[in-house]
Every structure is written in structure tokens, then in C-alpha cells.
């Protein structure tokens, strides 16, 4: 198992910027993915960003191209989710998640094994 703690949601007004964390602890030697995902009230879990280690290459929602930016500090064992520009809309319950071993695809929340607790970014206009 992966244990993952997110960090860094709060209160931010539209279009100021935030940088969640993720420290990922535990068995992270077969890590495949990791990947942020988010939850508003009464909506499914959208896919936000993702980031393949074996490759390094990321991946991201069209929601949030060119605004959200995934980065891994790998001394640190720490992912980060830096969002620019933030909108209303991106109000919601942010969570890190870990695939250990392939599951299958990055873009669904049930191919991730491991969860953190979430985080709340509300964005006010």
C-alpha cells in the first residue's frame, strides 16, 4: 500500500494561483502513475493530471490544460499540482492517487489503487 497526504487547498479568489503537495509514503517502489484528481458537490471524480514515471511524460484534462502544471520532486518523494488562473468552476475536493502496477488507463479514478484524504480549494469570484 501507498500512503498519500495532500496539502495546500484553501480559499483563493478567481484567477490567483495555488500549489497542492502530495508526500507519497510506503510501498512506493511500483508506483506507475500518479495522478490529481477532484470532486464538487454532487458530481462524479474528474481526471485532472497525471504523470507517468517510467517516462516522466504528464498528461492533462482539457479542463485544465495550460493552467494546471504536474511536477514530482523525486528527493522528496513529493508530487505537486501548481493551478493558475483559478476559475469558480475549479472549486471542489482536490485528491492525489498512486497505480501501483498498470491498472489500466491514467484517465479513470478506479485504475488507482491508493488515495489521499483530499483537500478543499474553494475559489470565489
Known amino acids: 500500500q501507498v500512503q498519500l497526504v495532500e496539502s495546500g487547498g484553501g480559499l483563493v479568489q478567481a484567477g490567483d494561483s495555488q500549489r497542492l503537495s502530495c508526500v507519497a509514503s510506503?510501498?512506493?517502489?511500483?508506483?506507475?502513475?500518479m495522478g490529481w484528481f477532484r470532486q464538487a458537490p454532487g458530481k462524479e471524480r474528474e481526471f485532472l493530471a497525471t504523470?507517468?514515471?517510467?517516462?516522466?511524460?504528464?498528461y492533462y484534462a482539457d479542463s485544465v490544460k495550460g493552467r494546471f502544471t504536474i511536477s514530482r520532486d523525486n528527493d522528496e518523494n513529493t508530487e505537486y499540482l501548481q493551478m493558475n488562473r483559478l476559475k469558480p468552476e475549479d472549486t471542489a475536493v482536490y485528491y492525489c492517487?498512486?497505480?501501483?502496477?498498470?491498472?489500466?488507463?491514467?484517465?479513470?479514478?478506479?485504475?488507482?489503487?491508493?488515495w489521499g484524504q483530499g483537500t478543499q480549494v474553494t475559489v470565489s469570484s
Open positions: 510506503g510501498r512506493t517502489f511500483n508506483i506507475y502513475a
Open positions: 504523470i507517468h514515471l517510467s517516462s516522466g511524460s504528464a
Open positions: 492517487a498512486a497505480m501501483s502496477g498498470y491498472r489500466g488507463s491514467v484517465y479513470y479514478p478506479q485504475s488507482y489503487n491508493d
